[in-house]
């Protein structure tokens, strides 16, 4: 009797284990955060073929991850190429757990982040526009922290 | 603004004030509301009706002392007493109360007064009556245009809560919001005014681009704002009597968070730089433009201490959003907040004694109050978002805004205007027609 209560705590044990992994393994499997950074592509729209329109940032951050660096050199070598006589406005995005005027200077920081970026691989300052909406325009109207992922953005948009 | 001729005199002296009996502690909870019986202002026989926008008031002693109440109950510092329980008629009431009357339904004051109304005027009289020392406190009398008899209640509220309080009232008074409707991802936002009571809206844009954060000049005619006309985001600032706007200051990229000067001769804001946030303050007179901050990090959200001598601003300069004091003209900045969570969206009271402020912590969103120095932190309110505390003008009540949370399809989500006392208790809601955000208070109206 002794042995058998034994062994079912040890399956429970054992089952929540293969549970939690399972759940961790399907965070990260489907490539939705990393950190709080959305990595995912559901609100995802594209500047070109293969050129990603966006990219995503950490709570109160306006630092560009490495996937993100990657997406705005692609965007860069289509503006100097293909979209040579385009300029563009990027928009800087907060999520909606902050206080408005503040997430309008971070919305601002992150457009700006992008835009030095694109300056750096040689697009003029002049061809980029840059404004923010704050917590103003979400593009998922949910309160969770995957929606709140996908607003933390900054956008580039043609505006020609 | 628009200006009403308001005429205001004593009927009597107001001697031997010092020796009533019935007064109304506000530093503390709304723990013992003063029973108040407010009679119906007795209506003069040969009154005309009053018309207003095509409805017709019959009987406006009535309404007058209906919105009294509404008033004062909800300061949370008095309880109306029911009409039914009063024994004596409006009029011979106003004349000479028979106390022992309103004493046997537990009133401590009586509202008494009488109206007369003429097709292009009406006048006001109203007494404040302590009961319990069968004496008279108040008599005063007022003119106005028959459609502003709404005023006429407000002015009469401010003078009771004056009386019994100490306090000045802020019931003639405005809150300028940001009306909102439409899809949580594409709302559309308006300028919008109301008494504030909730009645009287008036919608001053059309809701065709994005406006944000209306604050009124200290005079009140002015309203200072954020609209993203022409996909621009910058100051502008509104007349309300004419109507007129204009963008205030031709910077170089988004300016926001925009409030007046005490004295109403500048405005201080945030100018963004080339993603750079710091606080300008720019004279309307002479369109001189001062830097006032000078940092690589967020400074935003600046409010000026009532005397123009300091300024406080929320900054992320620590690393993350917290308050700061500095002199007006940028000098000596000290941050004063240490609590633990995020700080935001600091606003000097009118009485100069306190800043109420947004606080984040784990998810949490609270309006509370400190000292100018960072000290005596108090928690008024918690709620899973709210921010953006305006002050009434007599520094006892704070008017906010609180969305809540969605699903994940977005709804449920709605933006209110709420009030709460300066102790923590008396939390309201405020009725709109449409979801409202950004509130601000104006100063009293008529002083």
């Not at chain 1, 840059?130 to 969770?144: A, C, D, L």
């Not at chain 2, 005199?9 to 723990?31: K, M, P, Q, W, Y």
């Not at chain 2, 993203?228 to 300016?255: A, C």
């Not at chain 2, 003008?393 to 977005?410: A, C, H, M, W």
């Amino acid at each position: 009797m002794v042995f058998l209560v034994n062994l079912r705590k040890y399956l429970i044990i054992a089952l929540a284990g293969i549970a939690l992994t399972a759940c961790a393994t399907q965070k990260r499997g489907s490539g939705q955060m990393q950190g709080d950074v959305y990595t995912g592509s559901a609100t995802v729209e594209f500047l070109a073929t293969g050129v990603k329109d966006r990219v995503f940032f950490a709570t109160n951050k306006s630092t560009l991850t490495t996937a993100s660096r990657d997406t705005l050199r692609k965007q860069a070598a289509w503006m100097r190429k293909k979209g040579k006589d385009k300029t563009f406005t990027i928009e800087g995005h907060a999520d909606e757990r902050g206080t408005r005027e503040y997430n309008l200077a971070l919305g601002e920081r992150r457009a700006n982040a992008v835009k030095d970026y694109l300056m750096t691989y040689g697009i003029s300052g002049s061809r980029l526009n840059v404004i923010s909406y704050g917590k103003e325009r979400p593009v998922n109207s949910g309160s969770n922290p995957l929606a709140w992922s996908q607003n933390r953005r900054s956008v580039t948009v043609k505006a020609n | 603004m628009k200006k009403i001729l308001l005429t205001i005199f004593l009927l009597f002296n107001l001697n031997n004030n010092a020796h009533s009996l019935v007064e109304v502690d506000i530093t503390r909870g709304n723990l013992e509301p003063l029973p108040i019986a407010i009679s119906p202002l007795y209506v003069e026989p040969g009154s005309s009706d009053v018309k207003q926008e095509g409805k017709i008031i019959k009987d406006v002693g009535a309404e007058i002392s209906k919105l009294i109440e509404t008033n004062l109950k909800r300061s949370g510092l008095f309880n109306p007493l029911k009409k039914e329980s009063f024994v004596q008629k409006p009029d011979i009431a106003h004349a000479k109360p028979r106390f022992e009357d309103w004493r046997l339904i537990k009133a401590q004051a009586l509202v008494t007064g009488k109206v007369t109304v003429t097709e292009d005027k009406l006048r006001a009289e109203f007494r404040l009556w302590d009961v319990v020392a069968a004496k008279e406190m108040v008599a005063l009398a007022f003119s106005t245009t028959p459609k502003n008899w709404r005023r006429v209640g407000h002015i009469i509220s401010d003078k009771i809560y004056q009386r019994l309080t100490g306090e000045e009232g802020y019931f003639d008074t405005r809150i300028i919001y940001v009306s909102e409707t439409g899809e949580k991802t594409q709302r559309f936002k308006k300028l919008a005014i109301m008494d504030q009571d909730g009645a009287n809206v008036k919608y001053l844009t059309l809701g065709n681009e994005l406006v944000l954060t209306p604050r009124f000049s200290p005079t009140n005619q002015l309203v200072t704002y954020l609209s993203y006309f022409r996909n621009l985001p910058r100051v502008y600032l509104l007349d309300i009597e004419t109507g007129v706007q204009e963008v205030v200051g031709d910077f170089p990229g988004m300016t926001f968070a925009p409030r007046f000067s005490p004295d109403g001769n500048k405005i201080i804001m945030s100018f963004a730089k080339d993603g750079n946030s710091d606080i300008y303050t720019m004279d309307l007179n002479t369109r001189v433009v001062e830097k006032i901050t000078d940092h690589t990090s967020i400074d935003t959200s600046p409010s000026y201490s009532p005397d123009g001598k300091y300024i406080c601003f929320n900054s992320d300069r620590s690393g993350l959003q917290q308050i700061y004091v500095m002199r007006s003209d940028g000098s000596n900045v000290k941050r004063i907040t240490f609590g633990k969570g995020l700080y935001g969206t600091p606003v000097w009271s009118p009485r100069g004694d306190l800043i109420a402020f947004t606080k984040v912590h784990k998810s949490r969103f609270y309006i509370g109050v400190m000292r100018p120095d960072g000290t005596g932190e108090r928690l008024l309110t918690e709620n899973y978002y709210q921010e953006a505390p305006s002050w009434s003008p007599n520094g006892r009540v704070l008017i906010f805004y609180r969305e809540t949370k969605s699903d994940d399809q977005g709804k449920g989500f709605s933006a209110k205007l709420w009030s709460i006392d300066l102790t923590g208790y008396n939390e309201r809601l405020i009725e709109t027609e449409t979801d409202g955000s950004d509130p601000s208070w104006s100063s009293l109206l008529s002083k």
